[in-house]
Nanobody
Framework: QVRLVESGGGSVQPGGSLRLSCAAS????????MTWYRQAPGNQRELVAT???????NYADSVKGRFVISRDRANNMVYLQMNSLKPEDTAVYYC?????????WGQGTQVTVSS
């Protein structure tokens, strides 16, 4: 049984930083790709950043140079360091685990960037 629990969301002013965490249970974490998605009101869910099981990383163009994804295999954790936040980063952020035909989602954490 896999469970993903996000934390670290909140409200921040433009230019600020937040660090999101995703705690993964289960035994397939080390073999799975981990991805952060986000969904703003009225918008489709979009990929923010992904880190593969071998460490390969990709970012959405909108967050390149501002966000950093990382994973801690020893503790089954994935992080998203978000810097220089903009109002358009406001969304619910979701953690996703993908392993072959298996795909899991967390419940999401709200990030609000506003002055």
């Amino acid at each position: 049984q896999v469970r993903l629990v996000e934390s670290g969301g909140g409200s921040v002013q433009p230019g600020g930083s937040l660090r999101l965490s995703c705690a993964a249970s289960g035994t397939i974490f080390s073999f799975a790709s981990m991805t952060w998605y986000r969904q703003a009101p009225g918008n489709q869910r979009e990929l923010v950043a992904t880190i593969g099981r071998l460490g390969g990383i990709n970012y959405a163009d909108s967050v390149k140079g501002r966000f950093v994804i990382s994973r801690d295999r020893a503790n089954n954790m994935v992080y998203l360091q978000m810097n220089s936040l903009k109002p358009e980063d406001t969304a619910v952020y979701y953690c996703n685990m993908d392993y072959g035909s298996l795909n899991y989602w967390g419940q999401g954490t709200q990030v609000t960037v506003s002055s």
